[in-house]
């Protein structure tokens, strides 16, 4: 490098490099609020999607006698991380209510989140309305899904992956700080959420990377990927594997792909600004950022697509770009108001107000037939979760119930999870224990067997369910109504009863 390059290489970082103000009372505050808003936008709801995999497991730790039946299809997580521990942890020392703690500790990840985004924007702007535009956004896009992956940004439940993505936005500040507390940080990450926790690594190994990087760095994680990841797949795991159309990448539609790349190419662009304007931290981000999630498409590309043993599926290796789309959203935001909306109230409510209603009107359309936020406590609205709550109240702890295994996506169910709620054990379901067997192919078979029982749920008369008594001990069932005749049926509301098999 010659010395005009240097000097000016020095000029840059002497530009960027100002005092960072210390998140203060005031911050904090503000933080809340937008915590607060963020979930009135977004809502709140206990015991969909994923937490009908964590909820149950959380309670089993609790209270072991309960799931004695199917307990395989969610303890087996517990050995990767230490979120289930935690929360029930915090239900023992707090002695609160399993459905309280998890809404607090919802609430406490949203928060921490958002200090990260704080802090992180601190580094990379002067201005104070380019780091709570970029706060702003953020909180406005929480649900927005990532492409192709089958993630949001952050879900409108707890999830293990929102307290991840708190702690590798910590870890990001602690490397542009060079302090050796990035290093808890990111494990603390990974024990929160293992998947996520490692593709945020990835990320922060090439923005810690002293520059120019060298392509040397890259061979080992070339080399790992091309290590086989235990037995070929069994043939069921494989038919299971085959309506997940997310994991592969050649599978995507155009405007996903476009969801992949488009992004990149704006950090791109975002770093020409800000050398520009001498914001060295924030070009070193943008570049890094941009340089980190191309080369985490093209592995994950050859994980899923030119390897023989497709068990690296498993890893769901696209999923690498959940963390690109957090930082591109909060310096999208960042620069809008730096550039744009700065100190002018008026432009801050003409831009954030319409992102936040058409949210929260998705939001809307996406759990219809529930309250828009759960307060813990609060009876349910939604008649399938009325059901399931009764059954906790009203079935012995080692009933075995049956669903139609479609349960979860059924018109006016919103994808909650029986387990969780019912704290009851069941046989398997074709929405979400699938997922599971994706991770662990040993469960493929005990998979196949409970679904096969089940086939054309629609059409069961009274004899099946007796068959599904006499074979697998089933006790309980959930059936969409009109009843079938025959059934001891104690429960029923407009939609489903709750029905003993004679």
Known sequence: MNRKSNISVARGQAASHWPTRSVNGRDLACLFGLTAAAILVHGYHAGIEDMAVYLPAIKKLLNPALYPFDANFFLLYIRWTLFHQTMAASVRLTHLSVDWTLFLWHVAGIFLVLLGCLRLLRRCFREPWAHWAGVGLFAALLTMPVTGTALFIIDQHLHPRTLATAFLLFAAVAIIDSRLSAFPWMLLAVLAHPTMGIYGICHLAVLAFPWPLSLRASRPAML??????GEPPNPIWREVMAGRDFQYPFKWQWYEWLGAIGPILILGYFSKIAERENLTVFTRICRRLALSSSIGIVVAVA???FTRNQTWVRLEPMRILHFTYVLFILFTGALLGKYFMKAKPLLWLLILAPIAAGMFYAQRQEFASSYHIEWPGRPAKNKWVQAFEWSSANTPQDALFALDP??????????????????????VDAYKDNSVVEVFPDLAWQWKLELDTRKNWEKFRLEDFQRLKRENKVTWVIVQNPQTPGLDCPY???????CQIP
Not at 224 to 229: G, N, V
Not at 492 to 498: K, L
């Open 224 to 229: 790992a990927a091309a290590i086989p990841l």
């Open 303 to 305: 994980m899923t697509e």
């Open 406 to 427: 479609k349960y979860m996506v059924r018109p006016g169910e919103d994808i909650y999870g029986f387990r969780g709620i019912a704290e009851r054990s069941m046989l």
């Open 492 to 498: 029923s509301n407009d939609a489903v009863s709750v």
